[in-house]
């Protein structure tokens, strides 16, 4: 059903800026003076320069290097071709002169600011798009990651990237494979992969097991995205690899089922400060939730806040910080996931 509504409004959008599109370019066409203009050649013309528009946005995408020099290299002439290749279309539809074409292409510039209202409008009360910055929520969100081989099972393992670019030497690595296995690995392989890019609906209330966007209480503008384990009013504690919440085991949905939690008891400095074990329960309010992240060892979560939103304790997401639940990766495209 998200699926639906998501991707229904923006197909309305689409289909209101191609409207648009081919309204201006009319304008600009009589403006310009071109001959022989019909409906055809207009639905022409918005189609080929569509289809540039999106090949240019994933050429994008897939090929901007990670160094910013390079990155404007690269980008500097693709934009360049989003003035070029749409008057080229228009002049070789049409049969206009290139200066022309231009002409007749300026007033399309319009629809760019009916689209921005559009994904205004959508992303303020629908959906909004995010990119995954941590592998806090590895395997199933990755950021920008190196990526190796579990030595358990064999499936892809994923470690954090700042563990190591951080210009130290933090080894062993942690790593957590598609499997949910976490090990300790000596050195990882240099292959690398690009960050999730995500869907956020606003309108859906959360649920346990959600993986929800929310403004980090500690430092209300930076977004972060964890799963829910506990609601309002519950008592969760964390023991033996397992949440509780209210004495009562959570049964794991199936696809994360061989996922532990860790509560550090191992390390002296950390385990004394954190939230959700039997010597210190998260008690949550009426407007309270407690997240964590599916890599549990290189998350910092609810267990491990200090300060917490006014009125609410360290541990909370209050409900006023949750900015929508997450219900699609669209991006890479071997990385696309219908999550709710």
Known sequence: MTSVITFGAYLALLVVAAVVWILFLRIG????????????KLVLAFFLVTLFEIALRVGVLLAVPRDRVQSWIL?????????VVPCVIISWVFKARLVRSLQAW???????AVSWIGVWAITGVLAKAFVISSASMAPTLLGRHPRGICPECGATCYSSASALESGGDETPVDTICEAFHLHKLDEMPDAWGAADRLLAAKYLKPRRWDLIVFRFPEDPDTPYVMRVI??????????NGAAYANGERLPLPAEIGNIKYVTFADDPWVR??????????????????????????????????????PGHPPYAVPA?????????????????????
């Open 230 to 239: 506990g609601l309002p009013g519950d008592e969760i504690v964390i023991e």
């Open 106 to 112: 300026l007033p399309t510039l319009m629809t760019s």
């Open 272 to 309: 004394d400060r954190v939230w959700g074990t039997r010597a210190r329960p998260a008690r949550l309010g009426p407007q309270d939730y407690f997240v964590l992240g599916d890599f549990s060892p290189r998350s910092r979560d609810s267990r491990l806040w200090e300060t917490g939103a």
């Open 75 to 83: 980008v500097a002439p693709l934009l360049g071709a989003t003035i």
């Open 320 to 340: 006023e910080n949750i900015v929508g639940v997450v219900t699609h990766i669209y991006w890479p495209p071997n990385r696309w996931r219908v999550l709710r």
């Open 29 to 40: 066409l009589r403006w310009a003076k071109v001959a022989d203009v019909t409906l055809r």
